[in-house]
């Protein structure tokens, strides 16, 4: 017997972008495909609040940051973000 183990959020994002793709948002649709990579990578983790991605470092991106960026002693906020690409945000709004 054959098992296929399928990330949901994974799939979910990526319907999400082919939908994006298929109605001509491409610019969301190839924002949301580099935050995908970033999932897929482990740099980046995605909780779902009130059915929406909200993206944030994971603990490897935070390590990755930490490795790569200058410290100034600046602190930064660890907490999600959500990008609103969702929510409509028409293309001249960029």
Known sequence: MNAQLIDYTSAALHHRWKVHRATGNYREADTLSLLINYYI??????????????????????????????????????????????????????
């Open 41 to 94: 990578e482990g740099v980046l983790a995605v909780d779902w609040q009130a059915g929406e991605p909200c993206f944030s470092l994971s603990e490897y991106g935070k390590t990755l940051c930490e490795t790569m960026c200058p410290t100034d002693g600046a602190e930064y906020s660890s907490e999600g973000v959500q990008l609103g690409l969702f929510s409509g945000a028409s293309e001249e709004g960029y």
